[in-house]
């Protein structure tokens, strides 16, 4: 599982890297990888020649057997699927078809089978309005409510021959609840001495923390109940004149060889901590066809396209719509979606103060196979 897991760490960090520099100034972020990688993985499976080449150039395959691919990708689904009672995680794929093309059936049964994907006719040149209500609606469904209008009006056109689109919806409860009669408001400092007002969520417990010595940075563990995943947050040290010097030094050094020492559980050490996080709620929503067309998958979105693997006709795709919902507060977390640097052990106070009162970067991450979920960054309440 380890091998998923790292590739979708990898994709994850690369797609960052390219939103992060496409936002203007501070910008809020919040995406799944994972559900992200599931779609790339449900077109890899329709996908031959160079087309499939770049998906799996992006994906970070690497030389890997696509059949071992798709199966690790399975089981992972599987676990995810098969939480305690104390989540609700729901992962769904769907394909949109323009009528009049036959998908293969080897590939619809591949597809339903390791992706649990289901794949819908629609009639986008003649009736392109019911077809993008249809399409929002199912995932509105799926998310719980939560992801509302994924492809707003205007993103999908009459020349649509295949849309994807994908949902993720996850809550889950904290291990260690915050009381609600400790949450008070508190200047929470943006870049340039700006501060603006947030409800901060407070309470004083054992919990993992660890702290890279090159970049300043405190990283904190908050497990969700049974500790099959957990929120882990990187908070720079908090600078006199507000800039974001300490999370721009964060992202550029964010490689998965150094987010894999700071997030590891043996760099970190239990102590007592007095945690202070702002209650909030993040939405983003990205259309994934120039970032992707960036990475290298250029192929899939023009004539060129192969995916003579889904239907023997000609089909290229046309849009990838990802939208990421996440709200954290004293319960726990609802969330939906359609280098060289050392951890390093200080001399310890008997209690250590974690004040998210600055931007930070957070990720949720299932425990048992170190697969990220959803990766975000907190810097505009």
Same mark, same amino acid.
């Given at each position: 599982?380890?091998?998923?897991?790292?590739?979708?760490?990898?994709?994850?960090?690369?797609?960052?890297?390219?939103?992060?520099?496409?936002?203007?100034?501070?910008?809020?972020?919040?995406?799944?990888?994972?559900?992200?990688?599931?779609?790339?993985?449900?077109?890899?499976?329709?996908?031959?020649?160079?087309?499939?080449?770049?998906?799996?150039?992006?994906?970070?395959?690497?030389?890997?057997?696509?059949?071992?691919?798709?199966?690790?990708?399975?089981?992972?689904?599987?676990?995810?699927?098969?939480?305690?009672?104390?989540?609700?995680?729901?992962?769904?794929?769907?394909?949109?078809?323009?009528?009049?093309?036959?998908?293969?059936?080897?590939? !619809?049964?591949?597809?339903? =089978? %390791?992706?649990?994907?289901? &794949? @819908?006719?629609?009639?986008? $040149?003649?009736? +392109?309005?019911?077809?993008?209500?249809?399409?929002?609606?199912?995932?509105?469904?799926?998310?719980?409510?939560?992801?509302?209008?994924?492809?707003?009006?205007?993103?999908?056109?009459?020349?649509?021959?295949?849309?994807?689109?994908?949902?993720?919806?996850?809550?889950?409860?904290?291990?260690?609840?915050?009381?609600?009669?400790?949450?008070?408001?508190?200047?929470?400092?943006?870049?340039?001495?700006?501060?603006?007002?947030?409800?901060?969520?407070?309470?004083?417990?054992?919990?993992? !923390?660890?702290?890279?010595? =090159? %970049?300043?940075?405190?990283? &904190? @563990?908050?497990?969700?109940? $049974?500790?099959? +995943?957990?929120?882990?947050?990187?908070?720079?040290?908090?600078?006199?004149?507000?800039?974001?010097?300490?999370?721009?030094?964060?992202?550029?050094?964010?490689?998965?060889?150094?987010?894999?020492?700071?997030?590891?559980?043996?760099?970190?050490?239990?102590?007592?901590?007095?945690?202070?996080?702002?209650?909030?709620?993040?939405?983003?929503?990205?259309?994934?066809?120039?970032?992707?067309?960036?990475?290298?998958?250029?192929?899939?979105?023009?004539?060129?396209?192969?995916?003579?693997? !889904?239907?023997?006709?000609?089909?290229?795709?046309?849009?990838?719509?990802?939208?990421?919902?996440?709200?954290?507060?004293?319960?726990?977390?609802?969330?939906?979606?359609?280098?060289?640097?050392?951890?390093?052990?200080?001399?310890?106070?008997?209690?250590?103060?974690?004040?998210?009162?600055?931007?930070?970067?957070?990720?949720?991450?299932?425990?048992?196979?170190?697969?990220?979920?959803?990766?975000?960054?907190?810097?505009?309440?």
């Amino acid at each position: 599982m380890g091998s998923i897991s790292r590739m979708i760490t990898e994709f994850s960090l690369d797609l960052y890297n390219k939103v992060n520099r496409r936002a203007e100034g501070c910008s809020n972020i919040v995406f799944s990888p994972v559900s992200i990688s599931t779609s790339l993985g449900l077109i890899l499976l329709g996908a031959r020649n160079n087309t499939a080449a770049q998906i799996e150039n992006v994906s970070t395959i690497n030389n890997q057997n696509g059949n071992l691919y798709h199966e690790a990708f399975h089981t992972l689904l599987l676990q995810l699927q098969n939480l305690d009672k104390d989540y609700v995680i729901s992962l769904a794929n769907n394909l949109f078809l323009q009528q009049g093309f036959e998908p293969n059936q080897k590939y !619809l049964m591949c597809s339903k =089978e %390791l992706y649990r994907a289901a &794949l @819908e006719t629609m009639d986008f $040149q003649r009736d +392109l309005e019911a077809s993008r209500l249809k399409i929002n609606d199912w995932v509105e469904s799926e998310t719980e409510g939560k992801i509302k209008e994924l492809f707003a009006r205007g993103v999908i056109n009459t020349d649509a021959i295949l849309v994807l689109a994908n949902a993720i919806y996850f809550k889950a409860s904290w291990e260690h609840k915050f009381e609600e009669k400790n949450t008070v408001q508190r200047d929470f400092k943006l870049h340039q001495n700006e501060r603006k007002p947030v409800q901060m969520m407070y309470q004083k417990g054992t919990f993992k !923390l660890g702290y890279i010595e =090159e %970049l300043e940075t405190q990283v &904190l @563990e908050l497990p969700y109940a $049974q500790k099959l +995943l957990s929120m882990i947050i990187l908070l720079p040290g908090d600078t006199e004149d507000g800039s974001t010097s300490g999370l721009e030094q964060i992202e550029s050094t964010m490689t998965y060889e150094n987010l894999t020492v700071w997030l590891s559980s043996k760099h970190m050490f239990e102590t007592i901590v007095e945690v202070y996080l702002p209650r909030f709620k993040l939405e983003g929503t990205f259309n994934l066809n120039e970032v992707l067309k960036e990475m290298g998958m250029t192929d899939i979105f023009t004539f060129k396209a192969d995916l003579s693997a !889904l239907s023997e006709k000609s089909l290229m795709l046309s849009n990838i719509v990802h939208k990421a919902y996440v709200e954290v507060n004293e319960e726990g977390t609802t969330a939906a979606a359609a280098t060289g640097a050392t951890i390093v052990r200080r001399s310890l106070p008997l209690t250590e103060v974690f004040m998210a009162d600055h931007p930070f970067l957070f990720f949720i991450r299932h425990n048992p196979t170190d697969t990220m979920l959803f990766l975000g960054k907190f810097c505009s309440p």
